[in-house]
């Protein structure tokens, strides 16, 4: 009987593991925002610079997302990513400028 007890408890213990922890509603507002600020359009940055063992350089990043080009509104790509997160509804609005 304990052979058969010990592993079904084992299981119990594993799968209770896999259960999502809600992250901090603030946290989340925070990370939501960032993904809602790439769906508003491409981003990017451009670094300029020199060093004494290389000299001058130029370097540039750009990035456009799944949301954007899918042409999501930001304000759905925060709410939506704010419940996956937390499993609730956002606690404010999103900060997006």
């Given at each position: 009987?304990l052979?058969?007890?010990?592993p079904?408890?084992?299981?119990?213990?594993?799968l209770?593991?896999c259960?999502?922890?809600?992250v901090d509603?603030?946290?989340?507002?925070?990370?939501?925002?960032?993904?809602?600020?790439g769906?508003?359009g491409?981003?990017g940055?451009?670094?300029i610079?020199a060093?004494?063992?290389?000299?001058?350089?130029?370097?540039?990043?750009?990035?456009i997302?799944?949301?954007?080009?899918?042409?999501?509104?930001?304000?759905q790509?925060?709410n939506?990513?704010?419940?996956?997160?937390?499993?609730?509804?956002?606690?404010?609005p999103?900060?997006?400028?």
């Amino acid at each position: 009987m304990l052979r058969i007890l010990l592993p079904l408890a084992a299981g119990a213990t594993l799968l209770a593991a896999c259960e999502p922890v809600p992250v901090d509603p603030e946290r989340a507002a925070l990370q939501c925002e960032q993904r809602a600020r790439g769906a508003q359009g491409p981003t990017g940055s451009v670094t300029i610079g020199a060093s004494s063992d290389e000299g001058p350089f130029v370097g540039t990043a750009i990035g456009i997302t799944g949301d954007y080009l899918a042409g999501r509104d930001p304000v759905q790509v925060y709410n939506d990513c704010v419940i996956q997160k937390t499993g609730a509804l956002p606690i404010r609005p999103p900060r997006l400028s």
